[in-house]
């Protein structure tokens, strides 16, 4: 592991390591509630939401079984993705109030058990979405994982600010790999639903960032507002909303959806605007418990993708 450890982690079962295995010191077997918090359920719904949005609103059908093996993938792919993330981040995870309960941390899981588990369900969902459903999919979703836990765990997160707008880019994904699963094609109305994410992302996360910043501080990782200040990463969260506005309604405008779509889109964008702008406007350097616009704009930015999202399906019920 690259990190060095601030304090010993515990063993898994709270075991010293050296311990000599009796009955009451051998390893318990994994419990499958560690296995699934590995897999980040909460963050990985919408990324399957809006993988499974993708699929239905691309404009061929393919079998129910098949649509339903690509999501399947899409999760277990995100999912070994998010595991492997949580076992190279470990240490750091350990020294962040927020992440600290995690199994790793909390000596719950072996760490190797979360490595394995990680590598065997991305390559089992990269095979199997190439022989079920297509290897173009399999490809994208491959290059996502590799984006996700190799390029920003490894390489963008611990080294520079930009880490979440260029790792961004992983999780913009799951659209697309959601299109090409249905069409076998690139064509695009899936890229401007990647661009739709990829522009969400700072606002959704520098907006976390700035209430759990002395987390980050601490560990040392360079996030916005631990580099460049509150104020930079305010006016850049500004920044990004104002883009996505426009953007959010794209797929309209080039033709990709009805107008069901682009009313919800630009109604949903203006109040990520609107709030986007009372937390970019702010000057106050606040203590992290008065960030009740940071949450709110967190929250809301949850809330918005689900939402954008769900009226993409809509529209092209409605279309029909
Ligand atoms: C590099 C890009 C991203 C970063 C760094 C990031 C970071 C985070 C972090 C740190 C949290 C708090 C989660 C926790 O405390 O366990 C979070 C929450 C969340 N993220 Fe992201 N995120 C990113 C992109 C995305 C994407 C693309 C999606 C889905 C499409 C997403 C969906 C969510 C959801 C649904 C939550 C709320 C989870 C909850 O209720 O606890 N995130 N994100
Ligand atoms: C198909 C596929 C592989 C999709 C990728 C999924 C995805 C949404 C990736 C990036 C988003 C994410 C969960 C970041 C968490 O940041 P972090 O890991 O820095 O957060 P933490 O501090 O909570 O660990």
């Known amino acids: 592991m690259k990190q060095a450890l601030s304090q010993p982690l515990p063993q898994a079962g709270g075991k ?17 509630r560690d296995l699934l918090a590995l897999t980040k359920p909460r963050v990985m719904s919408l990324v399957i939401f809006t993988g499974l949005c993708g699929l239905i609103a691309a404009p061929e059908r393919i079998h129910p079984v098949l649509a339903f093996t690509a999501i399947l993938c899409i999760a277990m792919g995100a999912g070994g993705a998010a ?10 995870d350990a020294g962040m109030k927020r992440t600290a309960k995690r199994p790793l941390p909390q000596g719950r899981l072996e760490r190797t058990t979360a490595r394995d588990f990680g590598m065997v369900l991305c390559a089992a969902s990269v095979f199997l979405m190439g022989f079920a459903v297509g ?5 994208i979703l491959a290059v996502s994982i590799v984006y996700y836990a190799v390029i920003y765990t490894i390489w963008l997160k611990p080294r520079t600010p930009q880490n979440i ?8 994904f799951p659209p697309l790999i959601g299109w090409v699963a249905a069409t076998g ?39 916005m507002p631990v580099v460049a ?14 883009l996505l506005l426009p953007l959010s309604v794209v797929p309209w405008w080039i033709g990709g959806t009805g107008a069901v779509y682009g009313a919800s889109a630009a109604v949903l964008s203006t109040l990520f605007l609107a709030l986007s702008a009372r937390v970019g406007l702010r000057e106050s350097e606040g203590p992290e418990d ?3 616009p940071e949450k709110q704009l967190f929250a809301y930015s949850v809330i918005y993708l689900f939402a954008l ?5 809509v529209d092209r019920f409605v279309a029909i």
Do not use: C
């Open 165 to 172: 707008v260029i790792g961004g880019g992983a999780g913009a």
């Open 290 to 292: 008065r960030m009740k």
């Open 16 to 32: 010293p390591k050296d311990a000599p295995l009796t009955r009451a010191t051998v390893p318990m077997p994994a419990d499958w």
């Open 135 to 139: 290897w173009l999919a399999a490809a």
């Open 309 to 313: 999202f769900a009226a993409l399906v």
């Open 83 to 92: 595991a492997l993330n949580q076992w190279w981040e470990a240490d750091l």
């Open 229 to 242: 200040g509150e104020k930079a990463t305010r006016r850049q969260i500004l920044a990004y909303a104002i």
């Open 185 to 223: 094609d690139i064509t695009l109305m899936p890229v401007v639903l990647f661009a739709i994410i990829f522009f969400w992302t700072p606002p959704h996360f520098w907006a976390l960032a700035l209430f759990v910043k002395s987390d980050y501080a601490k560990v040392g990782i360079p996030m």
